[in-house]
């Protein structure tokens, strides 16, 4: 099991950036997928999940800014991340999750600073 993410990096507070997450190694498609961020010292946030029947979910702090996808086809899971503010800022992991297994993958970093 593989998940690798990308996309992340440095943005502007109000800005924009999507993050990916390449999934290998298992039926993708079969798997429930999240993302979950954590900001040094503090434990981790879940953010937002997508079911494998495509039903989404997110953390109050980012309803109406964040939009989960997925394509089965490729194998890819993405965030869209809108209207970003600093306290967005934080490691973010993709995960992948069915019959109690999680598998994570190694996190990347988006900074919201001016």
């Known amino acids: 099991v593989q998940l690798v993410e990308s996309g992340g990096g440095l943005v502007q507070p109000g800005g924009s950036l999507r993050l990916s997450c390449a999934a290998s190694?298992?039926?993708?498609?079969?798997?429930?997928m999240g993302w979950a961020r954590q900001v040094p010292g503090k434990g981790l946030e879940w953010v937002s999940g997508i079911y494998s029947d495509g039903r989404t979910h997110y953390a109050n702090s980012v309803k109406g800014r964040f939009t989960i996808s997925r394509d089965n086809a490729n194998n890819t899971m993405y965030l869209q991340m809108d209207s970003l503010k600093p306290e967005d800022t934080a490691t973010y992991y993709c995960?992948?999750?069915?019959?109690?297994?999680?598998?994570w993958g190694e996190g990347i970093l988006v900074t919201v600073s001016s």
């Open positions: 190694g298992f039926p993708f498609s079969d798997y429930d």
């Open positions: 995960s992948a999750e069915r019959s109690g297994m999680t598998y």
